[in-house]
């Protein structure tokens, strides 16, 4: 995992609104799943929500982040 130094320069926040979902937890649940393989349904829940995750993975895949 990274370092909460390096977290706290890539995490935004929006002036108006916070996040619903840490950015941190959510990548990771990405790099849980395409690390171990499992299916999004059996994220771990320490990793946000699974369909939270499956969300940005898909926003960031279509948009070919």
């Given at each position: ?8 320069r ?11 979902w ?5 990548i990771?649940?990405i ?9 999004w349904?059996?994220i ?16 960031w895949?279509?948009?070919r982040?």
């Amino acid at each position: 995992m990274s370092s909460g130094q390096h977290w706290s320069r890539c995490y935004r926040r929006s002036p108006w609104r916070p996040p619903a979902w840490p950015r941190r937890g959510l990548i990771d649940g990405i790099r849980f799943r395409v690390r171990i393989g499992v299916p999004w349904r059996e994220i771990p829940v320490e990793h946000e929500p699974w369909n939270r995750v499956y969300v940005l993975f898909r926003r960031w895949r279509r948009n070919r982040t």
